[in-house]
DNA sequence: ATAGCTGCAAATGCTTTGCAAGGCC
DNA sequence: GGCCTTGCAAAGCATTTGCAGCTAT
């Protein structure tokens, strides 16, 4: 994904293009859709030679998230993941590898759902199947 | 409930009916469905006048867990829920004062859920409607 | 008696924060 | 220049662990 475009999508959602947004955005958003840690998130740009502190990593999650960029998943009691596919979708989630995968948007017709409780409204419905090996 | 049938479920599970699991467990167990953290049942239980340490309290979460006493529920980043309904169901989740529901166990037909990924089988399958204000 | 529990405190792991220095517009 | 960002290190939480002493059987 051209620089330009990653750099548009940051200035869009109120974010300066800095180096190290960039970088995170670049690598999250090229690839089609991965499910990534902070610390992941972090290894990853290290590699990619760029310098960007845990802090950073975990502070530009927090404004993608916000912006609509990425979606937070919570599966696991302790660590966050983070998933680059923000349309409608499910997971899989294999707890002995701590691994997540999507479930294609379609699979699971939730039909009707129940009305949420007075005074509320339905945020979102996310549905995690839990694996273990056969 | 009386502590004789908790403390032969106790023993069913393998564990010895101790002071502090069968305070723990009456509690848990006695009332009807409800949704606490490791925290909350600690503060319960000493309120209720019985020594127990907090590392106390997350061991026996997790003894009970596996027991099938209890079920652990994650929509919270680093806070875990217990929810004392065994049964199949669902919950809401409202993110802004951190309190579960349960939905009733037939009103999300779930239907036929997608193939686990090869090699791996489901162990099962969780909704969680997440609500905000209105 | 003895295998299993418990309490305490320390350790762990992930995440957040405070603040000075640096970078974008 | 001014305001937003970053980096680092320290703080913060929830949870887990090690180990000596206690307890149920």
Redesign the interface.
């Known amino acids: 994904m051209a620089d330009q475009i990653i750099s548009d999508r940051l200035r869009a959602a109120g974010l300066r293009p800095t180096r190290q947004r960039l970088a995170l955005a670049a690598l999250l958003l090229s690839a089609g859709p991965r499910h990534l840690t902070a610390e992941m998130l972090y290894d990853e740009v290290r590699k990619a030679g760029v310098t960007v502190s845990l802090a950073t990593v975990y502070n530009c999650l927090h404004q993608f998230t916000q912006a609509g960029m990425v979606r ?1 998943v ?7 993941y983070f998933d680059t596919n923000v349309s409608e979708h499910h997971h ?1 989630y ?2 002995a590898t701590g691994t997540l ?1 999507d ?2 948007g379609e ?5 009707t ?2 009305a ?2 007075e ?16």
């Open positions: 937070e919570v599966v696991d009691p302790g660590r966050s899989f294999h707890e995968t479930i294609p699979t699971i017709p939730l039909g759902l129940p949420a409780p005074g509320k409204v339905i945020d979102r419905a996310e549905v995690i199947i839990r694996l273990r090996d056969a």
